[in-house]
């Protein structure tokens, strides 16, 4: 079949010492361009729309990484200052999810930030959410769940997201 034409391939471009290398229209008139950031992604399996774990992965995302307000962006942007942007997320479709947590740094800080977002992931996990983590959730839930219904496009785009990925429109109702 097809895979071991693949791996051919890959062996042969080993054998005659073919290096892919990344290429960018200053490096080929052979000037170079400065780096100015670091991005950096960090994801772990998660749930799907169905499992009660959602409610979990959901919250954990929300009080870690949304927006300024957030632990993450609170504690390692503005108190440490070890990173020019950081957040969390969920992505939950019909099949397997990822919880993600992603960082922009300066070279200058560089991975610096690493030992703060796991002291901070251990103890989220260690001590759980605060009431007013829990509180300010909240009320960000209600106010995107106010806005995204202000216009007929907003209502339309949430339905058919919940028809094509649960089969049910009546999902958050």
């Known amino acids: 079949g ?45 749930c799907d729309m169905n499992d009660p774990k959602l409610v979990a992965y959901d919250t954990a995302a929300m009080i870690l990484g949304h927006g300024e307000s ?5 504690k390692i942007f503005r108190e440490k200052k070890l990173v020019t942007s950081i957040g969390a997320s969920l992505w939950a479709p019909a099949g397997q999810g990822m919880f993600s947590i992603d960082v922009d740094a300066s070279v200058e800080t560089g991975f610096a930030f690493k030992e703060a977002l796991w002291e901070e992931l251990n103890q989220f996990c260690a001590d759980g959410p605060t009431d007013e983590e829990l509180t300010r ?7 995107d769940r106010v806005y995204s219904a202000q216009s007929m496009e907003d209502i339309a785009h949430r339905l058919g997201s919940q028809k094509t990925t649960l089969g049910n429109v009546r999902y958050d109702l």
């Open 70 to 74: 957030s632990r993450l962006h609170q």
């Open 2 to 46: 097809k895979a071991p034409k693949a791996k051919a391939l890959r062996e042969r471009r080993r054998e005659i010492g073919y290096q892919q290398t990344a290429t960018n229209k200053a490096s080929q008139k052979g000037s170079n361009f400065p780096i100015q950031s670091i991005r950096w992604a960090g994801c772990i399996p998660a």
């Open 137 to 143: 959730m909240k009320t960000i839930i209600d106010s």
